[in-house]
């Protein structure tokens, strides 16, 4: 491990581009490299789901806000099926892709995820899309499990909204279409599963507020999500998001294996989707009944409430034989119910409680659906030790990136803390950023 107290270099904080030098870098670029103006310029933001982790492909619940940190889209139109791409983070090569007899996973690399959004909307019925020329620039940290891959599909998204005047964009109904070629474009043409959770983010966020978004397929734009004020000068506090640079991956088969064993569990137990299990057990021992978004937790035997839940639980997971499924489906089903909790601890100032649903969210993730990794886990440890209320992975794990509620004006030592304590076990250097509840996909310019 090393000497415990070893110091590392400052930790790097990563700032968000400001809407006017992220725009006149993208038409920049462009410029550049196709020798001509763009339409216009388009953005989409990352995101930080503050809990609810691996609940949105179970139809549950939710809570991701909008980073400042956004990618940006320089777009024009063209008049046939050619694509053309370029980014600042790569090489600064274009990439050619023809949408012409287009297949799923036809496009590889960085270019099947806005390549993919043209294809998605085309094989959806918009056969007005043609092809385009882009260039992107972006500030969300790549592999650091803030979703970089919804901000270029959902800045494309909306940018091919426009150009080809689809009407989209303009409503919240209307992008929740905008929202599924971009989820088809990740999980058809670029082969990385996502169930919804980062699109919704991208595309519907406002800022000062989460969305507290239900996953169930039966709802509609109007019922599945709801604003709720996430205002952490109100309570004196800050969100520490620290990107750990463990790579991050969701097409290496370990996410689609959950997703699969998870889906499997809900045919054996007979529902349509874990969902329904923890609905139905929250309802029967009134545990959705002692929580409540106005008045907070009702802590009149609230202890007993859980237990009672937790027993009930137990006895559906003693339908199933396989241990492993039993621990999947415990994570989703206890983090569907931690999510409306820590939306009512939030909105009643309580943020001790909200520390603790942040920590058995993480223990959660790590002991019963097993997707943290060493980096994540001493980050959070360290986090805890130096004086957060509480901390957990963020994302689909295996790498990326943690959250930690702390006081306002102590992020930067924890996260120089949780650098120190990298450097000690070897770890790569880790990079930290703020968040503030941002803005949804917007046009620029």
Known sequence: MGNQTMQSAPVQYLDALSSEDGASRAIELFRDTFGAEPDGVWSA??????IGEHTDYNAGLCLPIALPHRTFVALSARGDDTVRLVSSIGDGGVTTVDLGGLAARGVHGWAAYPAGVAWALRENGFDGVRGFDAAF?????VGGGLSSSAAMTCSTAL?????????????????????GAAMKAENDMAGASTGGLDQNA?????????ILLDCR????????VTQQPFDLEALGLELLVLDTQAAHQLNDGQYETRRGMCEDAARLLGVKNIRVVADEISHSVGLDRAVTASGGICAHDFENVVESADAALAEVLGRLSDETMKRRVRHVVTEIWRVPQFVAAFSAGDVKMAGELFNASHDSLAADYEVTVPELDVAVDTARRNGAYGARMTGGGFGGSIIALVDKGQGRRVAQSIADGFAAHGFRAPRALAAVASDSARREA
Do not use: W
């Open 45 to 50: 933001p990352g995101r930080v789901n503050l």
């Open 137 to 141: 620039v972006s500030c969300v940290p």
């Open 159 to 179: 940018a091919l909204d426009d150009v080809y005047g689809l009407g989209f964009g303009n409503s919240d109904e209307g992008r929740v279409t905008l929202i």
């Open 202 to 210: 991208s595309m519907r966020c406002t800022p000062g507020h989460a």
């Open 217 to 224: 397929p039966e709802l509609d734009a109007f019922h599945s």
